[in-house]
C-alpha cells in the first residue's frame, strides 16, 4: 500500500504538539485525523486491517496505508460480522470505517419476486452495502449447464435496489451477490435462493435444443419476439439461454398499459438500456424497461399514422418509423398502407421527416398473382403494392425492405440511390436504379431470365420478400431472403427455401455481387414466407438465421434459430420452437442478458 506522505508528516507533527502539552485537559487531536479518515471512507476505500507497531497504529485501507500515533487512539473495536470497525480517538470523537469482515447475508434487506407483475423471471434486492461499492449478481446455472448469469451492476451508492434477472421457472434459482470495490474486485460475497413458479404453458411457444457450442457460441441469450396466438393476441416477448431454457418474460397481458399490445417485430434495446416497439394495436410507440414497466409513449394516431412492422433507433438518437399515412390514399380515393416512413424525435415528439415511398419508387409495380396463402389484408394489391417492413441505416444513407420490390437505398432527402430487385416489371423512369448482378468472378449476368428474376443464376439469386436489412462493417449487406413467390411461382406450387444472404454493392458501377449464403441446402426445414430476420453477431462474426413462422418442427409447426460460422457454414447453435398458431416469432436477437447500463 502506498503511504500518503503528506498525511503522516501531518499526524507526526500534530502528535509532536500534543505530546508537548499532555498536561492540558482541553487539549483535542487535530482534526486532520478525523478527516483522513472520513475521506478514505467517502471514497470507498475498505479497510483491510490494522496492526500496532512502535506505539503506531497502522491502517491497511484498499487504497492506502494510514499511520496515527498510538496515543492519538482511545479505542479500537473491530465487528467483522457487520464488516467495520469503530475508532474512538482520545478525544471522544467516535469514527465508523467500513472494514473487510466474514458473512454479508445483513447486507440483504429484502428480496421482492415479480416487481412489476409482468416478469415472473426477475427480482429485485433491496441491499444495504457496508461501504460504497458495487454489486455482482451471478444467476448460478442448472447442474450440467454453462448458462450461468453474471452481470456487474454499474450503481455503487450503499442502498441499492439491485435487479436479478435469468431465473429460472419453476425452480429453487441459487442466487449470488458480491460486493466489489468501484473497479468490480470482489470483496466478499453472499448466497440467496429464489424459488419461481412454473409459466404458464397454455397457448406458449415450445423452445428445444438442437445444436449448441458453448465454446464457439456469441455470448448472450436469444430474445424472441413472441407476437402471441394470433394478430388479435398480446405479444409476450422472451429470452431463451444456449440450453433452451426460458430465462426472461413478459407477460403483458397482465399490464393495464398492455392490454392490446401488438409489437410486430418486437422489442429493440436502445443506447439508454431499455426497450423501444411499436405498438400496432394502439398506434404508438413505447419505452419500457427489463421489468415491463411502461416508461414513455408517444402517439402516432394523433400525428397522422398508423403503425406497422419497424421502430429502430438512429444513430442521431431519433426513432426511423415504417408507417401508414391516415390520409393517404390512391387515385380512386382508396386508401394505401405501409408506404410510408417517418423520423421522430423522441425528446419533443415531433416528426423530423416523412418519406412517401410512392414519390421514390414504382408504384404501378407488382404481378397479378395469389399465393392462396396470405391473408387479404397482407397480400399484395395497389393499396399495399410496397409492403415496406424494415428500415435500417447503411452508409450514411438509409436502408429500407419492402415484401413486393425488394431493397431499397436512399438519403435523407429522399433520393433513391439504388434498388436491388428482380428487373422484370419496373418501370423506365427507375430502371436506371436497378442493380445489375454480376456472378462469383465478378462478371456481369447476361442472362435475362437471371436478371428478371425467372431463374437463378450460378451463385447468384435475387431475394424475395425480403426482411431485416443488416449493414455489416464490410460495407456489405445482409439480408433475410424469405422466398416469397420466387421466380414469380406462389409458393403452394413449389419446393421453396428461405435464406441469409451477404451482398457486395458497388455504387460506382451499379452492380451487386452475392457473397455468400445460408439456408437454400436446408429447403423446407427453414423456409418461412414472411416475418423472420437474421442477425450479424459482433464478437464471433457468426450470422443468425432466423425463419420464424410455419417452419416445420419435431413437434409441430413454428420457427428455428440457427447461428452459423459464415466461413465454414458450420452450425454452432441452433433452436427449435415450436408455436401453437405456427408462427413462432416475427424476429429473434442475439443480446445480453443485462443492459450494459443497469
Known sequence: MQVNKFLLLLIVVTATLFSCRRDRKDVTPDPAIQKAFERLVDGGSLLNSYTLENNVYVFRFETEEMRIPADQIGSIAEQKEQWKTTVTLRSGAVITVPSKGTELGFMVESVTLNPSGYNPLAAVAELRLPATGRVQVTVVGKEGSNCTITHLCQSSIIRQDVPILGLYPDYNNTVILTFTDKDGKPRGSTQIRVQTAPLPVQGFPVPEKIVAQPGKMEPGVNLVSYPGESEADVSAPYMVDADGEIRWVLLLKQSPDFQRFGASIGLKRTKNGHFISGDGQQHRIVEIDMFGKLLRQWDLARLGYTFHHEVTEAANGNFLITVSKSSARL?????????????????????????????????????????????????????????????????????????????????????????????????????????????????????????DGDAPGQGFEWSWGPHTPVSLPNGNILVFDNGYNRHWIPNAQTQNYSRAVEYKIDETKGTVQQVRQYGKARGAAGFSQALSGVQYLKSTGHIMFCPGMGVPTAKGFGGRVVETDPATGEVIFELEITAPSGTAFHRVTRLSLYPENL
Request: glycine share 10%; aromatic share 10%; proline share 6%.
Open 331 to 451: 387515385t380512386n380515393g382508396k386508401p394505401r398502407v405501409n408506404d410510408f416512413i417517418i423520423e421522430l424525435n423522441p425528446v419533443n415528439g415531433n416528426v423530423v421527416k416523412e418519406w412517401d415511398l410512392t414519390t421514390m419508387m414504382d408504384s404501378a409495380r407488382y404481378p397479378k398473382t395469389t399465393d392462396g396463402s396470405t391473408p387479404g389484408p397482407f397480400a399484395q394489391s395497389a393499396g399495399n403494392w410496397a409492403h415496406n417492413n424494415s428500415i435500417a441505416e447503411h452508409g450514411g444513407h438509409l436502408l429500407m425492405t419492402m415484401r413486393y420490390q425488394g431493397l431499397a437505398s436512399f438519403t435523407a432527402a429522399g433520393a433513391v440511390k439504388w434498388i436491388l430487385s428482380p428487373h422484370k416489371g419496373w418501370g423506365e423512369k427507375y430502371r436506371k436504379f436497378l442493380l445489375k448482378p454480376v456472378d462469383e468472378q465478378g462478371v456481369l449476368v447476361t442472362d435475362q431470365a437471371v436478371i
